[in-house]
Nanobody
């Protein structure tokens, strides 16, 4: 099982980025997918998730700004991030879970390598 995250970069406050996470083969269908982030010196935190059926979940800090989606034909999950602010600066990770609707990282079994998002003020 391999998850490949991409799309990070440097953006000014108020800007947008779209992260992608491509999953290999059978590692996508039937599983929920989540995004987590870890800022320097901080704990990893949940950002957003989408179930195998398309139900979405968001951390309060990103509701209304971020949108998670999945494309089963492409085995890819996306995180559209709008109105970014410096507090969103972090390494963003995608991960897979067999537990519907969980926000707990312990229930995610495979993780991508992370992609860095830097938001300048």
């Amino acid at each position: 099982v391999q998850l490949q995250a991409s799309g990070g970069g440097l953006v000014q406050a108020g800007g947008s980025l779209r992260l992608s996470c491509a999953a290999s083969g059978r590692s996508f269908s039937g599983y929920g997918m989540g995004w987590f982030r870890q800022a320097p010196g901080k704990e990893r935190e949940f950002v957003a998730a989408v179930s195998s059926g398309g139900t979405t979940y968001y951390a309060d800090s990103v509701k209304g700004r971020f949108t998670v989606s999945r494309d089963s034909a492409k085995n890819t999950v996306y995180l559209q991030m709008n109105n970014l602010n410096p507090e969103d600066t972090a390494v963003y990770y995608c991960a897979r879970t067999a537990v519907t609707g969980t926000l707990n990282a312990r229930f995610y079994d495979y993780w991508g390598q992370g992609t860095l998002v830097t938001v300048s003020s």
